[in-house]
C-alpha cells in the first residue's frame, strides 16, 4: 500500500527520503516520486516503476534540499502512471502526499473546477493540493488550511503536505490511514510506518485520528481535528533498522519462515509457566471478563482470518463455547446478532487493515460485546488502541507481503486464548496441563519441520507447470489447506483451491485427472480414516497426489503418481500450525521456480490500509 516520508533537517533530505521510500517498498507500490523546496522553489521528480528508479532519476537531475515529501504509490483512482504519481502539485505553490481514499473527490473536483483549477491526473489526492491551495489563498495559514481541508475530506487520509509560502514546515494529517512522527535533534520527520524512519530516529509520536501536525527543523505542533493544539505522547521504539534488514536470505518471505521458531518462542515466552497459562497474559481485567464469555466472534481478513479458522475448531471443542469466523469486509456491512457475554476477537498483523479496524469500530459500537480483544504484531497500531484487551504476537516486523511467520504466531497467541477460555470453562486439568505442553512445544516443532526444505525444493518441481492445485484437510487442518491454497496464488499466480476433504465428491472431484495435483495434510488424528477414504477417491481418478502427512500414518503412493513428505507431530493440538510450514515452504519454492516478485507480487500490498 502507499507510503509517505516527509522530512525537514539541516542537511540533504533527498537520501533520508529515498532510505525511507526503500524502507516502505515491502508494502507493494506501482510508482514513486518527491518533492523538495529549494528556497521557495518546488522542485518535483517521479518515477512509474521502482524507487531505484526515481534514485536515478534524482542522479540525473539533482534537487538538493532541506525539507520535502515522498510517496510510493499503490494506484486506487487513475492507472499506475507517472502524471498519477505522487506528490500532486497546485499552482506550482503547494504540493501534497496522500495514502488512503477520498470518497467526495468527485464532488469536490467539480468545485474547484468552477472555481478555475485545472486538474493534471486522474487521483483523488490532487483534490487536496487545490483545496489547500485555494485556502490559503483565502489568506489561511498552511496548518489552518489544511485543518479545514480535511474537514472537507470524506473517507480515509494520511497527507504530508509542503507549500512554497511557508517553505520551513512540512505539515500532516491523518484520519484512517496511519501517519507518524519522527522525532530527532534539530530534525523532524513523518512517515506512514516507523520502519520509514528506523535509520533516523527512534522516537516517535503516533497521531490520533484526525490530527494535524506541524513539522519544522526546530520543534513540531500537533492540533486536533478541530485545530485545537493537543499533547501526544513520544515514544521510544526497540526496533531497528537491522531487524528489517533481509541478512544472507534471498528474499524477506524465506528469512520470516525460518525465523518462526524463535518468533513463537516469544509470542509464547512469560505467557506459560510449566503446565499453566499465567493469568495476566491478557491484561489486568481479563479474567474476571474472559471468565463471563459465552460466545466468540472473531473477526479479521486474509491469512488472519485463517488463523481466526483454525482457533474456532480450537475453542469450541476445548472451551464448550461457540465461536464464529468472519472476514471483516463482511461483518462491517451486516446486521450481527450478538448474543449476551460476546467476546469480540480481531486478528490481524499489522492492525492497520481497514475492514478489520472498521469491523472493530462496528462491534463496539452500542456496546454489545463484552469486550473486543485485539490479536496483532503492532504494539502502536490503531487496533491495539482501540481495543480494550490485546495480546500481541510478537513475530517481529513482517515484510514478505505474503504472510508467514505472523500466521504462525498467531496461531500461538490463539492457542493460548484458546486454552484460557478452556480453563475457565473447566476443562479437565489433566487434559489442560498436557495440552498447555503441546503449545509449548510448538517452537520445536516448527524448527524440526524447517528440516523439510530440501524435499520440498524437490517437490516444487511438480507444481511449478501446473495451472492448478487443490488442497485438501479436515477438521482443524482444513483452514491449513486454505491458507496454503491462498499462499500458492498469492506469490506463484498459480490458480489454486481448497477443499475439505468430505466434499471432495460434491463436485470438486470432476477437476481431478492427471493434470490437476492435489495435495492433502493429513495429521494422525480420529479424521485420519475419513480422509484416507478421500485420498483413494482421488487415486482412483488419476490424480496425482501429494501427502503431508504424520509419521504414524499409513499411506503409499507410486513416486511417479505422488509423493509422501513425513512430519512427527501426533495428534498434537498445534499439528495444524506445524503442517503449515512445508506448505508456505513449498509456495515459496514453486514461486522461486516461476521466477515471480516473491516479496512483492504483482498487485497485492502488505497493510490494506484503504477498504
Ligand atoms: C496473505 C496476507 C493477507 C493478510 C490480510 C490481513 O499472505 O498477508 O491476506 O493476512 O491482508 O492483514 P492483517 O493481518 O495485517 O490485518
Redesign the pocket.
Known amino acids: 500500500m502507499c507510503g509517505i516520508v516527509g522530512a525537514v533537517a539541516d542537511r540533504e533530505v533527498g537520501p533520508i527520503l529515498i532510505a525511507g521510500l526503500q524502507a516502505l517498498e515491502y508494502r507493494g507500490y506501482d510508482s514513486a516520486g518527491l518533492a523538495v523546496l529549494q528556497g521557495s522553489a518546488l522542485e518535483r521528480r517521479r518515477t512509474q516503476g521502482k524507487v531505484r528508479e526515481l534514485e536515478q532519476l534524482l542522479a540525473a537531475e539533482p534537487a538538493p534540499a532541506r525539507i520535502g515529501i515522498a510517496h510510493t504509490r499503490w494506484a486506487t483512482h487513475g492507472v499506475p502512471s507517472t502524471r498519477n504519481a505522487h506528490p500532486h502539485v497546485s499552482s506550482d505553490l503547494v504540493s501534497v502526499v496522500h495514502n488512503g481514499i477520498i470518497e467526495n473527490h468527485e464532488a469536490l473536483r467539480r468545485e474547484l473546477q468552477d472555481a478555475g483549477y485545472a486538474f493534471s491526473s486522474e487521483t483523488d489526492t490532487e483534490v487536496i493540493a487545490h483545496l489547500v491551495d485555494a485556502l490559503q489563498r483565502e489568506g489561511l495559514d498552511l496548518v489552518q488550511a489544511v485543518v479545514r481541508a480535511t474537514q472537507r475530506l470524506h473517507g480515509a487520509y494520511a497527507i504530508a503536505v509542503l507549500s512554497a509560502r511557508e517553505p520551513d514546515r512540512v505539515v500532516g494529517a491523518r484520519r484512517g490511514s496511519p501517519l507518524v512522527v519522527g522525532v530527532g535533534l534539530g530534525e523532524h520527520f513523518l512517515g506512514s510506518d516507523v520502519q520509514a524512519l528506523l535509520r533516523v530516529t527512534n522516537r516517535f509520536i503516533y497521531l490520533d485520528e484526525g490530527d494535524v501536525v506541524e513539522i519544522r527543523r526546530d520543534g513540531y505542533r500537533i492540533f486536533d481535528a478541530d485545530g485545537r493544539p493537543a499533547a501526544r505522547d513520544v515514544r521510544e521504539t526497540d526496533l531497528t533498522a537491522d531487524a528489517v534488514e533481509r541478512g544472507e536470505y534471498r528474499h524477506y518471505m524465506l528469512k520470516e519462515i525460518h525465523e518462526q521458531p524463535e518468533a513463537v518462542a516469544r509470542t509464547l515466552e512469560g505467557r506459560i509457566n510449566g503446565t499453566r497459562i499465567l493469568p495476566n497474559v491478557f491484561g489486568v481485567a481479563a479474567e474476571t471478563l474472559l471468565g463471563r464469555v459465552r460466545q466468540v466472534h472473531i473477526v479479521?481478513?486474509?491469512?488472519?482470518?485463517?488463523a481466526g479458522l483454525v482457533a474456532r475448531y480450537w475453542i469450541e471443542a476445548l472451551a464448550g463455547l461457540p465461536c464464529s469466523v468472519e472476514v471483516?469486509s463482511e461483518y462491517r456491512y451486516r446486521d450481527v446478532v450478538v448474543p449476551a457475554d460476546t467476546l469480540f476477537v480481531a486478528?490481524?498483523?499489522?492492525?492497520?487493515?481497514a475492514d478489520?479496524l472498521a469491523a472493530l469500530r462496528a462491534g463496539k459500537a452500542g456496546a454489545r460485546y463484552l469486550a473486543a480483544l485485539a490479536v496483532c504484531?503492532v504494539p502502536e497500531s490503531s487496533?491495539v488502541r482501540e481495543s480494550d484487551l490485546v495480546l500481541m504476537t510478537r513475530a517481529g516486523p513482517e515484510i514478505g507481503?505474503?504472510?508467514?511467520k505472523?500466521?504462525t504466531t498467531?496461531l500461538a497467541a490463539l492457542g493460548l486464548l484458546s486454552l484460557e477460555l478452556a480453563r475457565l470453562n473447566g476443562i479437565d486439568t489433566a487434559r489442560y496441563e498436557r495440552l498447555v505442553g503441546e503449545l509449548s512445544a510448538l517452537p520445536r516443532l516448527v524448527a524440526e519441520a524447517l528440516q523439510l526444505e530440501p524435499q520440498i525444493a524437490i517437490l516444487a518441481e511438480r507444481f511449478v507447470d501446473k495451472q492448478h492445485a487443490l488442497f485438501l484437510g479436515r477438521g482443524a487442518s482444513y483452514p491449513i489447506a486454505v491458507e496454503a491454497a491462498?499462499?500458492l496464488k498469492?506469490i506463484s499466480y498459480i490458480h489454486a483451491e481448497a477443499y475439505p476433504a468430505g466434499e471432495l465428491k460434491h463436485g470438486p472431484l470432476a477437476l481431478v485427472d492427471e493434470h490437476m495435483p492435489v495435495l492433502a495434510v493429513a495429521p494422525n488424528n480420529q479424521l485420519l480414516e475419513k480422509l484416507k477414504s478421500n485420498l483413494e477417491e482421488v487415486r482412483a481418478r488419476g490424480g496425482e497426489l501429494f501427502v503431508i502427512a504424520d509419521q504414524a500414518v499409513d499411506v503409499k503412493l507410486d513416486a511417479d503418481r505422488g509423493a509422501v513428505l513425513r512430519l512427527n507431530v501426533g495428534d498434537s493440538l498445534v499439528a495444524p500450525a506445524v503442517f503449515n510450514i512445508p506448505l508456505q515452504l513449498l509456495a515459496y519454492h514453486v514461486a522461486v521456480l516461476k521466477g515471480t516478485d516473491v516479496d512483492q507480487p504483482r498487485n497485492?500490498a502488505?497493510?490494506?490500509t484503504v477498504e
Open positions: 479479521a481478513c486474509g491469512t488472519s482470518y485463517h471483516a486478528v490481524s498483523q499489522s492492525g492497520e487493515t478489520t504484531n487496533l507481503v505474503a504472510s508467514t505472523a500466521f498467531q491462498l499462499k498469492e497485492l502488505k497493510s490494506v
